[in-house]
Nanobody, 122 residues
């Protein structure tokens, strides 16, 4: 499966952005999906993950209550709605895919998008 992330940009603190990740391939609905991010000088970290059915979603503690992940299997797209953004959310955001079961480690994902830059100004 090939992934294409979009929707990044520059926003002021407290603002919102929605990232999209469009997938190619006929079996998208069988893949668990996740978002990770990497800030300058830091390691890539887990943000959110959703099972292929949408029935299970996990969030990191740092984004819980502010970010919401969802997917539309018919459109082969996953979304990350980011609200109440903070300067510490500034990073390149990556979407990733793997076959079930759902996992939270970046090393456990097989397919990656190219990344979308999110910059939050204070």
């Amino acid at each position: 499966v090939q992934l294409q992330a979009s929707g990044g940009g520059l926003v002021q603190a407290g603002g919102s952005l929605r990232l999209s990740c469009a997938a190619s391939g006929r079996t998208f609905s069988s893949y668990d999906m996740a978002w990770f991010r990497q800030a300058p000088g830091k390691e890539r970290e887990f943000v959110a993950a959703e099972s292929w059915s949408g029935g299970t979603i996990y969030y990191s503690d740092s984004v819980k209550g502010r970010f919401a992940m969802s997917r539309d299997n018919a459109k082969k797209t996953v979304f990350l709605q980011m609200n109440d953004l903070k300067p510490e959310d500034t990073a390149v955001y990556y979407c990733a895919a793997r076959r079930a079961p759902l996992r939270l480690g970046d090393y456990e994902y097989d397919y990656w998008g190219q990344g979308a830059q999110v910059t939050v100004s204070s």
